[in-house]
């Protein structure tokens, strides 16, 4: 079980560095824009949306790791 512990907990780190890193040149690119209508952005915020998403899915899988290492 310790081992299925720490495989999830190095995924979830894994998968939360890479979900950031695309977050922020999401970000970076939505910024940069301006935003001077709905349609330009929309690709910029769909992404950050759904990197948020997997960042905090990354969490969960953080505390299920930690979960599964202490039993």
Sequence with gaps: MK???YMVFVLALGLGVIAA???????????????PG??????AVSVMVLTGC???ASMVMVFAGMVLVRR
């Design 54 to 56: 997997a960042l905090v």
């Design 21 to 35: 890193f695309v977050f922020y040149a999401a970000f970076t690119d939505w910024r940069g824009r301006g935003c």
């Design 3 to 5: 081992a299925l512990g």
């Design 38 to 43: 709905a349609e330009q952005c929309s690709d």
